[in-house]
């Protein structure tokens, strides 16, 4: 590792590095405008001059100059800043004054730079250049004279996004940055070239002249929107959230957010329920919380337990899930689930149902085998970790599944079930391929599992790992792909059915006469039973709400304090940034106070004392944002007969990446979305 010498400091850095990176381990700040740790280097910009000892007399871009044993490297000398004021004259050549009207204002890389770096006055007074915006969809707005030429975006979508549909045109000062061909942009990520634009030439198109950045308030959270447990900061003002970033999470999302969890904030102010209702006199009327309570209670009340069920949602917090159990318990009912797709997961042990190589161990992993799932819809976020390993090491991917395009090359076992087990006798040579690796990985998606036969799938996913060498001592290779962020906390807190205990399909089919849903949207409510009493507990008036017989506002996972478990296992917790709207309360409020007037009071009073008793249920919710990894020491697998595949070929469990739930459904953001996406479908169809 060589060690240099960087204004009077001495550092050592990895061999290969550049004397930027070199600067930020000695804790130095050097300019940059097209120079990003995730991106390939591109040297465009030329503001991160420095000089170098014994080399030409003349400033050095740092970001693409690597660094020598015995190096003495100067960053601010007058050279450096003379440098770096004509390199920031010529970059506002052509810039507009926007800075009032831009959504960028206050959190541009170019003002911070220009007062830091750049001089105090320009000598150019010839006519700025123009260029045309572009029109890159439903997200992002282009103001492209303001576009400085750094191609962050362009390396983002080809590099990260795996889409390659910007780029730059023409040289010089006719050079613009744009799609070859004008369409919309097609990659589920899309949303994070504006925060990689460091200037005001790509930014939200629905956050447009919405607000400054020092007019809102920052909450951090967790994004309920998939399974992946993105780290996010919610920014609102007063009772509104405006807008939603990522945060920096190394292990699980880096520092990149799907667009669905992005924009889907409009609706949030849209068909929320703010009231409780009663259905009476056929129809819904708004009534009391006591009124709500009452009815509820009349059909409860001396009715045995096992007819009486409850079903989770997807967007569901572990607090309310725990106190609605704790409820069904106290009633005598053992009628629980939370999988809202029927999916036939084994919960006698946590590997079964986790990501168990973790997000960020895809990186390690040299083999990749993808089961009934299409994770560039299901999990982008993820989806682009596959393809760092693809494009880092070629790490060849195999999928059994529908053929799709997943932004990375694939071998394409095929569609049949049956190929599972072909893998497993070694008659495919894909079989080799794993056998051969050191660390290989199989993930399961939902669409594979929620079948008649998902227990057969399930039982010869383990075991083809098991037998290419997948479950180690110090490696855990089989992985399930989640698409709910309450899946794993409801299956760590037990919420399935007990002894004697109905399912899903069960309790729609006349199973029970009460059945509460928790924000359960996904469900085929047109099979509940007539004589069913339905009480639907939720934040937006989706299909769950639409036949209950009492509706009870929930809030929203922006506007309570929720705990949450990832498709890998790791326990987050996401923090309120607004309140709920009109008489909605946080939804375990709402059955702790219930539970009261009938005379079921649950054990805690208080978020605090509800997350002790988490932890009391299963010791995981006691480790908070940390997870260990476990290799595989027992290899006996999950109930099921890997014999009695069906030959049905899988179904993707997301077909329509941006409405997924009964947020992203009532945005009219991700309805335009979806408008587009279709219209490309069908566009490149018809070509």
């Known amino acids: 590792m060589p060690k240099l010498t960087i204004d009077g400091i001495e550092v050592e850095v990895p061999a290969g590095s550049t004397i930027l990176q070199a600067a930020e381990a000695a804790g130095i700040e050097i300019p940059r405008f097209c120079y990003h740790e995730r991106l390939s280097i591109a040297g465009n910009c030329r503001m991160c001059l420095v000089e170098v000892e014994k080399t030409p007399p003349k400033p050095i871009a740092s970001c693409a100059y690597p660094v020598g044993e015995g190096m003495v490297v100067h960053t601010d000398t007058p050279m450096v800043r003379n440098g770096r004021r004509g390199v920031m004259e010529f970059l506002l050549i052509n810039h507009p004054l926007d800075c009032p009207i831009c959504d960028q204002g206050g959190e541009c890389d170019l003002q911070d730079q220009a007062i830091g770096f750049g001089s105090d006055h320009s000598r150019y007074a010839e006519n700025k250049r123009a260029v045309k915006d572009k029109e890159l969809g439903p997200l992002v707005k282009t103001t492209m004279t303001r576009c400085i030429h750094c191609t962050r975006c362009i390396r983002f979508i080809t590099e990260v996004a795996g889409v390659p549909e910007l780029g730059a045109t023409s040289r010089g000062e006719h050079m613009e940055v744009g799609t070859y061909v004008e369409k919309a942009l097609s990659s589920e990520l899309s949303g994070n070239i504006i925060d990689l634009c460091p200037v005001g030439a790509l930014t939200s198109k629905p956050y447009a002249f919405v607000a400054r950045p020092w007019e809102l308030a920052k909450v951090d959270s967790i994004d309920a929107l998939d399974a992946v447990g993105t780290n996010i900061r919610i920014d609102a003002r007063g009772p509104e959230v405006l807008r939603i970033l990522p945060r920096l999470n190394e292990d699980v999302n880096e520092e990149w957010l799907g667009d669905k969890s992005r924009f889907a904030l409009d609706a949030l102010k849209r068909r929320r ?126 999928v059994i599944g529908a053929e799709t395009d997943l932004t990375y090359k694939v071998t394409h076992i095929g569609n049949d079930p049956a190929l599972i087990n072909a893998l497993h006798d070694g008659a495919h040579p894909f079989a080799q391929v794993l056998r051969d690796a050191k660390k290989p990985l199989i993930i399961v998606g939902q669409g594979a599992l929620a079948r008649a036969d998902g227990a057969a799938v399930l039982a010869a996913a383990w075991r083809l790992a098991a037998s290419v060498g997948a479950l180690l001592p110090d490696w855990h290779g089989f992985n399930m792909l989640h698409t709910a962020a309450a899946r794993v906390g409801g299956l760590d807190l037990g919420f399935v059915p007990g002894a004697h205990g109905k399912s899903v399909a069960q309790m729609l089919d006349g199973g029970v006469d009460v059945l509460w849903l928790l924000g359960a949207d996904e469900i085929d409510t047109a099979r509940i039973g007539s004589k069913t009493f339905v009480v639907y507990q939720g934040h937006h008036g989706d299909a769950g709400a639409h036949g209950a017989n009492v509706i009870l506002p929930g809030a929203a996972y922006t506007e309570k304090s929720g705990t949450y478990v990832n498709t890998e296992g790791r326990v987050q917790r996401g923090f309120m940034a607004v309140n709920p709207p009109g008489d909605a309360r946080e939804d375990w409020t709402i059955i702790r106070a219930f539970s009261q007037l009938i005379g079921k009071t649950l054990p805690y009073d208080t978020i605090d004392a509800l997350r002790a008793r988490l932890e009391q249920v299963n010791l995981v919710f006691g480790r908070i944002g940390y997870l260990p990894r476990f290799g595989c020491s027992d290899l006996s697998g999950p109930s099921g007969d890997p014999a009695a595949l069906s030959d049905a070929p899988f179904v993707p469990a997301v077909a329509n990446y941006y409405q997924t739930d009964s947020i992203s459904r009532n945005s009219p953001t991700m309805a335009a979305c979806a408008q587009t996406a279709s219209e490309a479908t069908l566009l490149a169809a018809a070509e």
Not at 290 to 298: L, N, Y
Not at 317 to 335: C, F, I, Q, T, Y
Not at 386 to 397: D, E, S
């Open 273 to 398: 329920l703010d009231r409780p209702w009663l259905w009476r006199d056929g129809k819904h009327v708004a009534v009391s919380w006591a009124e709500a309570f009452s009815a509820i209670a009349d059909k409860v009340n001396g009715l045995a337990g096992d007819r009486i069920g409850a079903i989770a949602g997807n967007l569901s917090d572990a607090e309310s899930m725990l106190a609605l159990k704790d409820l069904m318990v106290s009633l005598g009912s053992a009628n629980l689930d939370c999988r809202q797709d029927g999916a036939k997961l084994d919960t006698s042990r946590r590997d079964f149902y986790s990501f168990n190589t973790s997000i960020a161990g895809i990186e390690e992993a040299d083999a990749v085998l993808i089961i009934g799932s299409n994770p560039r819809k299901e999990a982008p976020v993820l989806n682009a970790r596959i393809r760092k390993a693809f494009v880092a090491k070629g790490t060849p991917i195999g």
